[in-house]
Antibody, heavy 119, light 110 residues
């Protein structure tokens, strides 16, 4: 059974960079036809697509976040990562890593990790 | 790119049916048959309920069904059960390697 697990700091200061890693177990991140991505959910609000990466390194980002987002992959560790720069309180959210069936849907989600932006 | 529009709430008694709408544009729902629906219980990650407009993943009860007409997709839950009480989100591929989610609907089982 595929499992995804987010890890990283739960508290980030304003103007700094948020960094999260997703570790994939029970399957290879290099499997074709699947993409790996990040989705966030501010407290009490809806879901927002952040971006996606293929194991080859091709990346796709939400245009509204593109200038601040970097997603990378490490196939040797079966992990992919998110960096979001210049964070503000508006970036406070539960961040989910997920597996995407491209063009279609997310079929596996991590449990989510709350990241709070505060001084 | 704006979020897809869903009603904030919907409700029904046990055994009844409830239908949730998800309205987009000709650039997302209207242009692609890549609409999916997710169920989210409080404090939990979303769970895929419907993919590609009307495909039900293995393990999802057949009480859940999806459809699409023009720029609007719908999720119907038939034979409502207490465990169906949750938030539901639609999502659609919107071209240019971009996805958009719906605003979310809270379903209450009366």
């Amino acid at each position: 059974q595929l499992q995804l697990q987010e890890s990283g700091p739960g508290l980030v200061k304003p103007s700094e960079t948020l960094s999260l890693t997703c570790t994939v177990s029970g399957g290879s991140i290099s499997r074709s036809s699947y993409y790996w991505g990040w989705i966030r959910q501010p407290p009490g609000k809806g879901l927002e697509y952040i971006g996606t990466i293929y194991y080859s390194g091709s990346t796709y980002y939400n245009p509204s976040l593109k200038s601040r987002v970097t997603i990378s992959v490490d196939t040797s560790k079966n992990q992919f990562s998110l960096k979001l720069s210049s964070v503000t309180a508006a970036d406070t959210a539960v961040y989910y890593c997920a597996r995407h069936v491209w063009f279609s849907h997310v079929d596996y989600w991590g449990q989510g990790t709350l990241v709070t932006v505060s001084s | 790119q704006s979020a897809l529009t869903q009603p904030p709430s919907a409700s029904g008694s046990p055994g009844q049916s409830v239908t949730i709408s998800c309205t987009g544009t000709s650039s997302d729902i209207g242009d692609y048959n890549y609409v999916s629906w997710y169920q989210q219980h409080p404090g939990k990650a979303p769970k895929l309920m419907i993919s590609e407009v009307s495909q039900r993943p293995s393990g999802v009860p057949d009480r859940f069904s999806g459809s699409k007409s023009g720029n609007t997709a719908s999720l119907t839950v038939s034979g409502l059960q207490a465990e169906d009480e949750a938030d539901y989100y639609c999502s659609s591929y919107a071209g240019s390697n971009f996805y958009v989610f719906g605003t979310g609907t809270k379903v209450t089982v009366l």
